[in-house]
């Protein structure tokens, strides 16, 4: 335990030696006689297991940094970009969140894109009493209370439940209803959060559980896993996984040829268009969860014109070719903290915040309202399906009947397949 011990030290020690001697990363070039920048300072995953939604994540930021300085920045100054590759890994955020709040001294700080790199900075920015914006959190801050702290994942006021919710609502709508569930999930904080939202709602919607279990966050084979669930012959299958154990999962069914009335449901990597392609037709037929998707119903101002930027520069920059589930929502992510210094005039800490809990947001997300524990007033977490995949090909997942939008009623683009098909 001691060796254990002094090599974490020893890791955190280079990793601050690290970052005290990088130049600051994506700052954006500013002539000598400028303002002195605004500067928004950040962690990003921009490597390791979650860099498929951490890269284009940052070039959304980027491009929406360039598009405001262009239009003269904020408060008259420039905006500067501060962020540095936390690895995908929760160890590095501690020292990557004190360089930014106590050496690079930000205006600004913000959340990384995931709930396990979130969680370890929310504490450090508590204690420095600022505004802490967050992309995709799940239910951070329901122990922590934190008021200047904001979410953008639009899960609402029940976070935990929100993930799944759509998945039940589907459902519980079938004739028959279906009596049964199983529950599967990986042994992250993420799909904990998650999978405790599913039980609470299979309870109120009088659903048996017939198998609960998790399984490591870094597994390989996922064939024991379906073919216990198979065992405990469940109506419905509610899997709470990750961006790796997603695709063994599902890669795992269609090998089996398991058919449950309906599957799916909280499940991370499917959004990302290279896990897509990568899946092709074993997606057909699983319900996941998404954001946003090229629907009528989800067109919001802006946001194809911010789309069209993205994927001009998507190929050069190495990273999802759609950008579907981050391209939006991060691009709106730092519109909210446009808005809120344009509103307030100000980058005092306070009266963003008040702002952030007061004001009705309009972004190329859509309409955003903060409410309890700086969630969405109202969930808008979409539960969609893939439908009639015939191959690999990109150009079928720009195809709306092909990714359907099942749930909330309002962003509905079509019906479901039930029962599962495989």
């Given at each position: ?5 002094m ?66 920045g904020?408060l ?17 955020i501690?020292a990557?969140y ?19 790199l979130?969680?370890?900075a ?16 799940l ?5 922590f ?52 939202g ?19 966050g ?8 379906v ?6 012959n ?48 074993a ?80 972004t190329?997300?859509g309409?955003?309202?903060f ?6 007033a ?42 599962f098909?495989?």
């Open positions: 335990m001691k060796g254990m011990e090599k974490r030290r020893r890791n955190a020690r280079w990793l601050w030696r690290s970052l005290m001697g990088l130049s600051v990363a994506g700052a954006l070039a500013m002539p000598a006689s400028a303002a002195d920048p605004i500067k928004i300072g950040f962690s990003m995953e921009e490597t390791g297991g979650l860099a498929a939604n951490g890269k284009p994540a940052l070039l959304a930021m980027e491009i929406w940094a360039e598009d405001i300085n262009a239009k003269g904020l008259g100054r420039p905006v500067q970009l501060i962020h540095y590759d936390d690895q995908s890994n929760p160890a590095n501690p990557i004190t360089k930014l709040l106590d050496v690079d001294k930000v205006d600004i700080v913000m959340g990384s894109y995931a709930t396990g979130i969680a370890p929310l504490p450090i920015v508590m204690q420095h009493n600022k505004l802490f914006p967050a992309l995709l959190g239910a951070v801050n329901s122990e209370h934190y008021p200047k702290y904001f979410a953008m994942i639009p899960s609402g006021p029940n976070p935990k439940t929100a993930f799944t919710e759509g998945f039940f609502n589907i459902a519980m709508a079938q004739n028959p209803k279906p009596k049964t569930i199983a529950i599967s999930s990986a042994d992250i904080e993420f799909a904990h959060n998650a999978a405790d599913a039980r609470q709602t299979a309870k109120a919607d009088g659903l048996k559980i017939v198998y609960d279990k998790t399984y490591p870094n597994i390989t084979d996922c064939t024991p896993v073919r216990a669930i198979q065992a405990a469940p109506d419905i299958v509610l899997i709470a996984s990750y961006v790796t154990d997603s695709s063994c999962m599902i890669r795992a069914v269609k090998e089996i040829g398991y058919k449950p009335k309906m599957i799916g449901g909280a499940m991370v990597g499917p959004q990302a268009t290279a896990i897509k392609l990568q899946l092709g037709t997606l057909n037929g699983f319900l996941v969860f998404d954001v946003w998707q090229p629907a009528k119903t989800m067109m919001f101002p802006g946001v194809a014109e911010v789309l069209q930027k993205y994927q001009a520069r998507a190929k050069a920059a190495g990273t999802d070719p759609l950008g579907y589930y981050m391209v939006p929502i991060s691009y709106a992510y730092m519109q909210l903290v446009q808005q809120a210094i344009e509103g307030t005039k100000s980058l005092d800490q306070d009266k963003l915040a008040e702002y952030f809990r007061t004001q009705t947001f309009h190329v997300f309409d955003i309202k409410g309890k524990d700086g969630e969405w109202q969930s808008r977490m979409l539960m969609v399906q893939f439908q009639g995949l015939t191959g690999n090909d990109l150009d079928q997942f720009k195809d709306p009947k092909k990714t359907v939008i099942l749930d909330p009623p309002a962003f509905k683009s079509g019906s479901v397949e039930y029962p098909g495989g």
